[in-house]
């Protein structure tokens, strides 16, 4: 059967994350089942995710996750780096929806349309990046009715996360004058060396940053040279946005590694680090 030319179909399922819809409703809930958290004291903002195989990050995603519990988001911004092709500073979809074994998520198109009025948008169609289909899944289950924009980044200045984070905000505002509401999502992993002890010790210094919303120490930090964390500008863009929509407090709920996860964690071994934070407005 041909497929939808308007559909960006999985690219991951069966491989990252379980390929039929039993398995993976089973997966998400059975993650999702083992959180017992307390949602964030105050209006949620925004969450960073790891975008690692279900095997390896998915409790840490359900950690995320787990703020969405009884919450309602009109559209959700989802940011992550692209892996495998230069798409410039910012790409978004052409395509109408994304599609999991959970069914299609329809992109916000008239919420792209505002921010295309102050965005240089690259177009693309047929993406085969993970990091924001991986999040997906988890989203359909929580929030079930929502829209996406996707936005991929191949950007690696500050400057490009702060000129996003503003066109964010100010479309957000506008949108919440309305009566939508809009829910900022990071897809990130941390920090990926051939070193465990090493991971833990850089990925502290980053989690510290973000716990004191310390946009200037993280900045520093992610920018530095050898810093190996993907969504690096992700991250940022989300930090600053939220900031910008009166989020002033941030809230760790989950930090683990590929080693904690496999046990396997003798020098030389290739690690990555997961982290699950959420930002919101304390006052």
């Known amino acids: 059967m041909k497929k939808d030319a308007g559909i960006r179909p999985s690219v991951i399922a069966g491989t990252w994350y379980p390929g039929t819809r039993q398995g993976l409703l089973k997966t998400v809930d059975g993650y999702l089942g083992q959180v017992q958290q307390p949602a964030v ?11 690692a195989g279900y095997a390896y ?3 840490t995603a359900a950690h995320a996750y787990h703020q969405l519990q009884d919450q309602r988001f009109d559209t959700v911004v989802l940011l992550g780096p692209s892996h495998r092709a230069w798409v410039g500073d910012y790409a978004v979809s052409t395509e109408d929806a994304y599609e999991t074994p959970l069914g299609q998520v329809p992109l916000d198109r008239e919420m792209i349309a505002e921010l295309d009025a102050q965005m240089a948008w690259n177009p693309i169609r047929g993406d085969g990046e993970h990091s924001l289909e991986i999040q997906l899944p988890f989203l359909q289950r929580q929030l079930q009715d929502f829209a996406l924009v996707p936005i991929i980044m191949s950007a ?15 479309t957000i505002q506008s949108r919440e004058e309305r009566g939508q509401r809009t ?49 690096r500008l992700p991250i940022l863009t989300v930090l600053h946005a939220g900031r910008a929509l009166q989020a002033d407090a941030t809230a760790i709920l989950h930090h683990t590694t590929s080693g904690d996860v496999t046990g396997q964690r003798q020098p030389g071994h290739y ?8 930002l919101y407005k304390s006052h």
Do not use: F
Not at 42 to 50: D, E, K
């Open 41 to 51: 004291p105050g209006p949620l903002v925004g969450l960073i995710s790891p975008h």
């Open 271 to 278: 690690t990555v680090g997961y982290l699950a934070a959420a």
């Open 57 to 59: 990050s998915g409790l």
């Open 183 to 231: 829910l900022l999502v990071a897809s990130s992993d941390l920090h990926h060396i051939e070193d465990y002890d090493l991971v833990r010790q850089r990925d502290q210094r980053v989690v510290d940053a973000i716990a004191a919303y310390d946009l200037d120490a993280l900045t520093r930090l992610l920018m530095a040279p050898g810093c190996t964390v993907c969504g």
């Open 156 to 170: 690696d200045d500050p400057a490009a996360a702060r000129r996003l984070a503003d066109a964010l905000a100010e």
